[in-house]
């Protein structure tokens, strides 16, 4: 597939691509600043530069040209932005993403800040630093934020799926070097974590938590996103059941356990927790005001 209709028809200088690039997503329905993060992205530099070097005229080689015409295509047709750059911003890490791993999203930013301050009240009354698990770990976005920001704390990272997985250890490589890293189902924790079982402070994860029936509104979502990290049984809540589960042999007494899941899976989600026998149940919003996170004291 070519470029998107309009792009490309002699404009030489860098301001005048950006804004063909950027039409051209737009006729397509992506809108934002991937034109300009995809040409940042070519030009190996920051966006504050780019805008720079597009206010005061500057030229795109012909490769480069090339090469953003491409990107813009390949994005225009929905492939992610974040398959194309290779990497995906998550508070202040910078992970590297791809093919066979879920992109992570803004709004797993507040399940980490439930999880930090959970991991904070447990290291507070036990006077050690705290053990987390994340669970349905994909990129390692949880983990390595959470070892990143409480370098005190021990971090073991689960995952099932051997493509995703190898996300999961090239980023704990490049970013937390000291988080443990563990292949397997979340539903067999305590054979795969035996010595953690009733030790750990936080059981955090991003499970998979779509309906099998229903379909992902975004192309990016429903073409690219691995099927692993979205769809879990009818009510989407087939690996919350088994986290419920496992997570009251792998979570001491008083610890606790920080799920993300769909905005309208929060009452759902605190009837499973409480069927499993976790107590104070509780939905947060994210940042745009829906339920996102719930959380559940052992």
Do not use: K
Not at 71 to 84: F, M, S
Not at 158 to 181: F, K, Q, Y
Not at 231 to 237: F, I, N
């Amino acid at each position: 597939m070519g470029a998107p209709a309009g792009y490309g028809a002699g404009v030489p200088d860098l301001r005048a691509t950006l804004v063909a690039a950027r039409d051209a997503l737009a006729r397509v329905d992506v809108v934002g600043p991937d034109a300009e993060l995809l040409a940042a992205h070519v030009l190996g530099t920051s966006l504050g530069d780019l805008r720079m070097r597009a206010a005061r005229g500057d030229v795109l080689t012909d490769d480069a040209a090339r090469a953003l015409g491409a990107l813009v295509a390949r994005r225009g047709a929905r492939e992610p932005l974040q398959h194309l750059t290779g990497e995906a911003h998550f508070r202040h890490v910078t992970l590297a993403v791809g093919p066979g791993v879920f992109v992570p999203r803004p709004e797993t930013e507040v399940l980490v800040d439930h999880a930090l301050r959970l991991a904070d009240a447990a290291a507070l009354g036990a006077g050690r630093a705290p053990v987390v698990v994340d669970a349905c770990s994909g990129s390692g976005a949880v983990a390595v934020a959470i070892a990143t920001e409480r370098p005190a704390a021990e971090v073991h990272a689960v995952e099932l799926s051997p493509d995703a997985l190898a996300w999961t250890r090239r980023n704990v490589a490049a970013l937390a070097p000291g988080i443990r890293v563990v292949e397997g189902d979340v539903g067999s924790l305590a054979s795969l974590l035996p010595e953690l079982v009733g030790t750990v402070d936080v059981l955090v994860a991003n499970p998979p938590y779509v309906p099998a029936a229903a379909v992902p509104r975004d192309a990016e979502v429903r073409l690219h996103d691995p099927a692993l990290a979205l769809y879990s049984g009818d009510d989407g809540l087939d690996v919350v059941r088994a986290l419920a589960v496992v997570g009251l042999r792998m979570v001491r007494a008083g610890g606790a356990i920080a799920l993300e899941h769909g905005e309208e899976q929060g009452a759902a989600v605190r009837d499973v927790l409480g069927d499993a026998g976790w107590s104070h149940a509780a939905t947060h919003p994210d940042l745009t005001g829906r339920d996102r996170v719930t959380t559940a004291l052992r």
